[in-house]
């Protein structure tokens, strides 16, 4: 058993994606270390992992690497870690070829993190170029526009800003097509340790009844007037600015968000636009063939998650042609955060089927 060929495979999965696969809820990310209550023991100052050792340690239960960790949990023997981890034993394979098949996949691991790596920083250079840019806007584009939306505010978000005549290209594959020029929305986009990563942009109209731009392709298809740039993934527009508040409400978009905001439904909250479902989800567990499970897949470190302050997060349900995804993402989103945040209440509120906050609003300025 100890020459199994599955052994390097085992051996070779870093120990935080094992935490994820055994689902061990409240781990937090402490420095170096991960640490939340012992998944066996339940002793809650006793139990981490780290990942740099690619070991854990419980003070109680004792320690060891990944395999070991699944020994524990799932109170099982080696072989069944093994099995857990890489499957039942397959045909066997001598051990260069063993050796060769996990240094052949960490070599297209690494060099795909650093091509994606290299994407990102140059995505996330050109994104701090549009907002400096966006710094010299007059923000009359933004207040006419969520004006326009019936969000009437005092005093803009500090994370938004305008460009009078912004260029929109289109990505064909490798090619980028200059295909309109028009005043423009800047949202900062902030990663959780308050850097800014992407940069979310609407092309305004003043003269579209929705007061975004109608904004045609070459061949005819209207194109999707918002667009993001840079590296969004995790970040979240802070559409409040100074820490008043322990409530974080959150919303996909801007406006839906802003509407909950102006409408003051929780007085005094935190208020953050998600940027989509997929950011807020993060990604999911698949469970007994069921893709929409509303389970949190915890290896995903790149997905939202809420600061520590965060006592309640309310995500607002939009109105949505699938309902049931929709639903399974926010759960997913919830569920993750409650896991990295002990203690942590969370809701969704929906304002009504088929609607989204932003309807109600408008119906009710446009009786007023
Ligand atoms: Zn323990």
């Not at 524990?72 to 080696?78: I, S, Y």
């Not at 479902?277 to 389970?295: A, C, F, H, Y």
Request: net charge positive; proline share 6%.
């Amino acid at each position: 058993m100890r020459d199994d060929p599955r052994l390097d495979e085992a051996k070779a999965i870093p120990i935080e994606n094992i935490a994820g696969m055994l689902d061990i809820p409240g781990l937090k990310r402490a420095g170096n270390e991960v640490t939340g209550p012992c998944p066996v023991c339940g002793g809650v100052d006793r139990f981490s992992i780290s990942p740099r050792k690619n070991l854990f340690n419980c003070r109680q239960c004792g320690g060891g690497d990944g395999i070991k960790l699944v020994e524990l949990v799932q109170g099982c023997d080696f072989r069944a870690a093994l099995a857990f981890l890489c499957g039942e034993a397959a045909a066997p394979v001598s051990p260069e070829e063993q050796r060769r098949r996990v240094r052949r996949a960490e070599e297209a691991r690494q060099k795909s993190e650093e091509e994606a790596r290299r994407y990102r920083e140059k995505a996330i250079h050109a994104a701090k170029k549009i907002w400096a840019e966006a710094a010299g806007g007059t923000l009359n584009h933004v207040l006419h526009y969520l004006d326009r939306r019936a969000i009437r505010i005092d005093g803009l978000p500090l994370c938004l800003r305008d460009i009078d005549r912004h260029k929109y290209y289109q990505i064909n594959g490798r090619e980028a097509v200059h295909v309109h020029t028009g005043p423009c929305m800047v949202a900062a986009i902030q990663r959780p340790d308050g850097r800014l990563s992407a940069v979310h942009q609407t092309w305004l109209d003043p003269a579209q009844p929705n007061g975004k731009a109608r904004i045609v392709a070459a061949d005819g298809r209207v194109l999707d007037a918002k667009k993001v740039r840079g590296s969004k993934k995790g970040g979240a527009i802070r559409l409040t600015g100074a820490l008043k508040s322990d409530v974080l409400v959150m919303g996909e978009g801007i406006e839906t968000t802003l509407s909950a905001m102006v409408a003051d439904t929780y007085p005094g909250a935190m208020y953050w636009a998600g940027i989509d479902l997929g950011n807020m989800s993060g990604r999911m567990r698949p469970v007994d063939g069921r893709r929409w499970s509303g389970l949190p897949d915890m290896t995903d470190k790149e997905a939202f998650y809420p600061p520590p302050w965060v006592k309640r997060l309310i995500f607002i349900q939009d109105g949505d042609s699938n309902p049931t995804m929709t639903r399974a993402k926010l759960e997913s989103g919830l569920r993750r955060a409650m896991a990295l945040n002990a203690g942590l209440v969370a809701q969704i509120v929906h304002p009504g089927k088929g609607v989204d906050l932003n309807d109600i609003l408008m119906g009710v300025a446009d009786a007023g």
